[in-house]
């Protein structure tokens, strides 16, 4: 649960996904596209609920949300949200909003959404802790909140390798060395739900709960 050393600063994130914004689809789509449709398929979305997309970049997610509900977007990089843009304009997403906004300080009133989606975000903010709590605060009591993401592995020799790999990642945009356990432990994450969508697989679904 080694997490303490510096991570990416806020300048130099914006910097990477400025020069990934033009590509980003053609890289991450085909990995990234599934794990946001099955995720959003699974939450059962309600009518005229409220949800949060934190660390929207390009917005490949944004075409999967039913019309019915009312979807915002934060993310740092202005280059990225305007990828995004161009999406909710070719689709006509009129139930999408925008916003260039730090996942760290997020500027909504308490409790005021029913859904919160973090995917593939907590590992390249600088304080995923802070995010967290944030997450928390803006998320009604009961809400629900879903978190994709990348996360240590539990077998010694491969978190050590993604230790070791963590310093290099982060050159290109993300940490390898987050644990899932750190943030249960430091940011009182509660865990209803983890698997993986493949027996080998990258990435985490977990479903947590709004324990505030
Ligand atoms: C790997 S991309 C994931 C984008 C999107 N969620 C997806 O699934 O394709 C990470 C995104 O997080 C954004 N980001 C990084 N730090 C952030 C922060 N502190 N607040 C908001 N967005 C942030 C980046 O600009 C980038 O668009």
């Not at 939450?43 to 390009?58: I, K, P």
């Not at 934060?74 to 996942?103: C, P, Y």
Request: a positive charge; proline letters at 3%; aromatic letters at 10%.
């Amino acid at each position: 649960m080694d997490y303490t050393e510096q991570g990416m600063e806020t300048s130099r994130i914006k910097k990477i996904y400025a020069s990934y914004s033009r590509i980003y689809d053609f890289i991450f789509k085909r990995w990234f596209y599934p794990r946001q449709q099955h995720v959003i398929r699974s939450l059962s979305l309600q009518e005229g609920q409220r949800v949060l997309d934190l660390g929207v970049g390009t917005g490949l997610s944004l075409p999967l949300y039913p019309r019915h509900v009312q979807v915002t977007g934060v993310d740092l990089s202005n280059s990225m949200l305007r990828e995004a843009q161009k999406k909710i304009r070719q689709e006509g997403l009129d139930h999408v909003t925008l916003l260039e906004m730090d996942a760290g300080q997020l500027a909504f009133a308490d409790d005021a959404f029913d859904v919160v989606i973090a995917a593939f975000v907590i590992s390249v903010v600088p304080d995923p802790i802070q995010v967290i709590a944030e997450i928390k605060r803006v998320s009604k009591p009961g809400g629900k909140i879903v978190i994709i993401n990348h996360f240590q592995s539990q077998n010694k020799l491969i978190a050590r390798v993604e230790k070791w790999l963590s310093p290099l990642c982060q050159k290109i945009g993300w940490r390898s060395d987050l644990a899932l356990e750190y943030l249960v432990h430091y940011a009182g994450l509660s865990v209803q739900q983890m698997y993986s969508l493949n027996k080998i697989d990258l990435w985490k679904v977990v479903y947590v709960s709004n324990n505030k």
